[in-house]
Structures are given as C-alpha cells and as structure tokens.
C-alpha cells in the first residue's frame, strides 16, 4: 500500500469514528412503549449568522419529521394524555412547543392539519417586548428572541379552538427561577397559570421550567400551583412518567439536525454520544 493509500485509510477510519461518536448508531433502541416528548421552539427558516439557530426548525424539515412519524406510525398524543401514560399505544410521541411564536400558527399549525397530528404549547403569558435569554445569560443581549413575533391572545385562542393545540404554562414572564423569592415564584408559575386559564377557558395543567432551570422548591411550586405533569430540557425519554410527572425529559428537536439524527433520537432519546 502506496503512503498516499495509508493517509487516504485513515483519514476514511478517523471520518468514520467520528460520524460513530456523533450519531451513536450503537445505542441500543429505547423501549417504544415509553412515549418520546419533543421539544421545540420555532418552525421557520434559520438566520444567518444567529445565536439561537438551533431553536429554529425550518417549515421544510418540520413537514419532513410530522410525515416520517406518520408513516412509521406514531401516535400523536398531548401532554394531557400522559397521565393515563399506561393507556397509551406504542410509538406515542407528544409535541411540545415552548415560549409562544407566532410562526407556531402560521407555518406548524398547517402540517399539524395534513398530518392529523397535535401539539401542546407552552406559552409565556406576558411574553412581548421581553429579551428574555438575558435571564439566563446577561451578555445574551443581542434583543434577537425579543424580535421575534410573538402569537397574540386572538392566535392563541383561535390554536385552542381548532382542537390542535393544548394550552401549557410557561411562567408569566420566562422567569429564570433560580432566582425568584418565594413570592415572586408564585406569581410567575401560580398566578401565570390561573390567569392564563381564565383569560382562554381551558384547562392548564402542564408546565415547562424556563431554560429547564429549577430546584426542589420549584417543584414543590408547580405541584401546588395545580399543575399534573412539567416538562425540563434534560434530554431522553421518560422510564416511569407517573414517577417522573414534575420533571419529565424531552427529546430536543434542533433546528440544525438532520433527518437521520432526528430518527436517531425518536429511537434512542439522544442525537449521539
């Protein structure tokens, strides 16, 4: 073998230990009776050079991963479902939509139609003119989450309507609770959760822990505050939704996946290694 041969032999073994590692072929598959729970952001094209492009799903990749789960036969369920998670057929996947964009109406909404599918969204309920990564991360001031369309209470209540959509809490303002007095926490997870509750008329029940930030006391919060299930941004799928209910792990659905990580994840809960 010619030294040109040798660098090509293992350049093939280095780009191929490499693809292994990243997408983790070798995980063994997850029991398909427990139920996947994707978490998503926004269903629009990405920006160049943008910060947060992960949480951007494009319209044509979304449509791609609602008709692969179709086809595959998947079960499209909502959060409200996973109390009765044992009822539940194999293969149910719940979508799961955080903070309130509008590109949810205008481009999920319409595959959501064609594929006979449902999703619940977990809305901010004062959710406009906020920056609200800067509670995460101070130097995440570049305004470009606060720039995005937010849904109106008219939007939301025409989601609700359509038979779709689930309403979820979110806090009242994408509160990093890490940093809340106890009065300030019930304000943001209780007080958020009746008023939005009242303002649509529909059961809120399900809630999601800004940037998947929380402790025991808000836990302990949301619980109190009526919620039955609540959702994090820890990745993988549940093994005991009913042990799990106040702190249930979802698959991240990234805006810069592929087709083949995204069915990599739906079987192991994880893109790679």
Same mark, same amino acid.
């Given at each position: 073998?010619?030294?040109?041969?040798?660098?090509?032999?293992?350049?093939?073994?280095?780009?191929?230990?490499?693809?292994?590692?990243?997408? #983790?072929?070798?995980?063994?598959?997850?029991?398909?009776?427990?139920? $996947?729970?994707?978490?998503?952001?926004?269903? %629009?094209?990405?920006?160049?050079? #943008?910060?947060?492009?992960?949480?951007?799903?494009?319209?044509?990749?979304?449509?791609?991963?609602? $008709?692969?789960?179709?086809?595959?036969?998947?079960?499209?369920?909502?959060?409200?479902?996973?109390?009765?998670?044992?009822?539940?057929?194999?293969?149910?996947?719940?979508?799961?939509?955080?903070?309130?964009?509008?590109? !949810?109406?205008?481009?999920? /909404?319409?595959?959501?139609? $064609?594929?006979?599918?449902?999703?619940?969204?977990?809305?901010?309920? /004062?959710?406009?003119?906020?920056?609200? @990564?800067?509670?995460?991360?101070?130097?995440?001031?570049?305004?470009?989450?606060?720039?995005?369309?937010?849904? +109106? /209470?008219?939007?939301?209540?025409?989601?609700?309507?359509?038979?779709?959509?689930?309403?979820?809490?979110?806090? %009242?303002?994408?509160? !990093?609770?890490?940093?809340?007095? /106890?009065?300030? %926490?019930?304000?943001?997870?209780?007080?958020?959760?009746? @008023?939005?509750?009242?303002?649509?008329?529909?059961?809120?029940? +399900?809630?999601?822990?800004?940037?998947?930030?929380? #402790?025991?006391?808000?836990?302990? #919060?949301?619980?109190?505050?009526?919620?039955?299930?609540?959702?994090?941004?820890?990745?993988?799928?549940?093994?005991?939704?009913?042990?799990?209910?106040?702190?249930?792990?979802?698959?991240?659905? +990234?805006?810069?996946?592929?087709?083949?990580?995204?069915?990599? $994840?739906?079987?192991?809960?994880?893109?790679?290694?």
């Amino acid at each position: 073998m010619t030294a040109v041969s040798l660098v090509l032999a293992a350049l093939v073994s280095i780009a191929a230990l490499t693809l292994s590692h990243r997408y #983790a072929w070798w995980r063994t598959t997850v029991d398909y009776q427990r139920p $996947r729970i994707l978490m998503y952001h926004m269903v %629009r094209e990405p920006e160049p050079g #943008a910060k947060f492009n992960k949480l951007r799903v494009s319209p044509e990749n979304f449509e791609q991963q609602l $008709r692969w789960l179709k086809e595959e036969g998947w079960h499209f369920a909502s959060m409200s479902d996973l109390v009765n998670a044992e009822s539940l057929p194999a293969k149910t996947v719940v979508l799961t939509f955080d903070d309130g964009y509008e590109d !949810n109406l205008l481009n999920a /909404d319409p595959v959501l139609e $064609r594929y006979d599918a449902k999703a619940t969204l977990y809305v901010v309920e /004062d959710r406009f003119d906020r920056d609200w @990564s800067t509670s995460k991360k101070a130097h995440h001031d570049s305004g470009e989450l606060m720039r995005e369309s937010k849904l +109106s /209470d008219e939007q939301l209540e025409q989601m609700i309507a359509s038979g779709r959509w689930e309403l979820g809490g979110h806090t %009242r303002t994408h509160a !990093n609770l890490a940093r809340l007095s /106890d009065a300030e %926490r019930e304000t943001e997870i209780g007080d958020a959760r009746r @008023s939005l509750a009242e303002r649509f008329a529909v059961p809120v029940d +399900s809630f999601a822990y800004p940037f998947g930030i929380y #402790a025991a006391e808000d836990v302990i #919060a949301a619980r109190t505050a009526g919620f039955s299930t609540a959702v994090t941004t820890e990745e993988g799928i549940p093994s005991d939704v009913t042990a799990q209910a106040m702190e249930l792990p979802r698959i991240k659905v +990234s805006g810069k996946d592929s087709m083949g990580a995204f069915k990599l $994840r739906m079987r192991t809960g994880f893109r790679g290694a």
